[in-house]
């Protein structure tokens, strides 16, 4: 007799050894709390950005909303609970955007890719959730002094580095402020949209599934322990031939073609506590 799937259990391939495990369904299907972990080092910098170039990056039922801009993170997390404790790093690139549906309208910020360094959640955050992970390897961050330089390559081609410099400590607070009064003016965020499509085996150009989704931004566990920021950075990407990276050139010369204006804002922040992503949901 073949195995039967239980109902409100988390699957994917390989199917055949029951349930899986990962960020939302631990051993004996027990869910992980977030509260005190993990702990993330996050360095982000916001460009101003040419509004063609960024339409032609948007799936259906998107657009852009003002101010035109395009956001570079990486993030290195270690202390992950569904992982034993053990971490892994981001690179994450997003547009502000808002999804117009039959039913929802959403603002927030849509993730046009996210580069990981471990393949475990590049696959449960790419089949369970609809995140746009890919790998590449990403290095700890190279600190000297109040700079920082991170970078991004496949099988040792360096195709993005973003250098940091001058960065300021400020409290936790006087940083809530800031971004309480900069989004006075702008849609508020409810997270991060994406856009999330499983090909069809045997049909090219057709998808088995395919839909916007969303990640809430209400995040109630994160703590913000410290903040430094600064509008001094530089986001460097380097074209590529297809010998060099065979199935990132197309994603990689795109980015590097775009025209970047000044930065408006870089961050690096150190956080505690975070979210098992189980509140994700389709978009209508």
């Known amino acids: 007799m073949s195995y039967q799937f239980k109902p409100n259990h988390y699957y994917r391939m390989p199917t055949h050894f029951g349930p899986s495990l990962g960020p939302r369904q631990g051993p004996d299907g027990r869910r992980f709390a977030c509260i005190d972990s993990p702990d993330d080092t996050m360095l982000l910098a916001t460009f101003k950005a040419d509004k063609t170039q960024l339409e032609k990056l948007l799936p259906p039922g998107f657009t852009l909303h003002e101010p035109c801009t395009i956001t570079f993170d990486f993030s290195f997390i270690t202390n992950i609970e569904w992982l034993a404790g053990r971490g892994y790093n981001t690179f994450g690139v997003s547009v502000p955007a808002t999804y117009n549906g039959e039913k929802d309208t959403v603002h927030g910020d849509l993730l046009l890719v996210l580069w990981e360094n471990k393949a475990d959640p590049i696959l449960t955050g790419r089949e369970d959730l609809g995140f746009s992970k890919i790998y590449c390897e990403i290095p700890e961050p190279q600190i000297i002094g109040n700079e920082v330089i991170c970078r991004a390559s496949w099988d040792g081609f360096e195709f993005a580095s973003l ?82 990276l065979p199935t990132l050139v197309h994603i990689v010369n795109t980015l590097s073609a775009l025209t970047l204006g000044e930065c408006t804002q870089a961050l690096m922040t150190k956080t505690r506590g975070g979210n098992d992503l189980s509140s994700q949901r389709i978009l209508r």
């Open 163 to 244: 250098k940091i410099s001058g960065l300021t400590e400020i409290s936790p607070d006087e940083y809530a402020k800031q971004s309480a009064n900069t989004s006075a003016d702008q849609p508020v965020s409810e997270g991060t949209l994406h856009y999330k499509y499983i090909p069809k085996t045997g049909h090219p150009g057709e998808s088995d599934s395919e839909y916007a989704a969303l990640t809430p931004g209400d995040w109630p566990n994160m703590k913000l322990d410290h903040v430094k920021q600064t509008d001094t950075a530089v986001l460097t990407f380097n074209s590529a031939t297809w010998e060099q």
